[in-house]
Nanobody, 115 residues
Framework: QVQLVESGGGLVQPGGSLRLSCAAS????????LGWYRQVPGKERELIAYITTSGLINYADSVKGRFSISRNGAKNTMYLQMSSLKPEDTAVYYC?????????WGQGTQVTVSS
């Protein structure tokens, strides 16, 4: 079964850092461009960063300069390094393809930024 599994979330204080992982069940490059999304209750899921197969990267303005997306082909894993976290970064974080596929949405990983 082709799937993406998120992990690495948790509780962190404002200004802290976390690294999220997105593990692919198969060759991660077979998914094409991959992205990180986040969702807070009552709001739509938003794309915050993506990386193409050629390594081109794009960030939403809300995370630019604080978050870094990367991919390790040997481990079939994509990462999101988050630093200078703010309370407004609190959300459930998901990974999916750049054009999201319904069947690839996982459970997500909760990130809570609070003192």
């Amino acid at each position: 079964q082709v799937q993406l599994v998120e992990s690495g979330g948790g509780l962190v204080q404002p200004g802290g850092s976390l690294r999220l992982s997105c593990a692919a069940s198969t060759n991660i490059f077979s998914f094409g461009a991959l992205g990180w999304y986040r969702q807070v209750p009552g709001k739509e899921r938003e794309l915050i960063a993506y990386i193409t197969t050629s390594g081109l990267i794009n960030y939403a303005d809300s995370v630019k300069g604080r978050f870094s997306i990367s991919r390790n082909g040997a481990k079939n894993t994509m990462y999101l390094q988050m630093s200078s976290l703010k309370p407004e970064d609190t959300a459930v974080y998901y990974c999916n393809t750049r054009s999201p596929v319904r069947g690839l949405w996982g459970q997500g990983t909760q990130v809570t930024v609070s003192s």
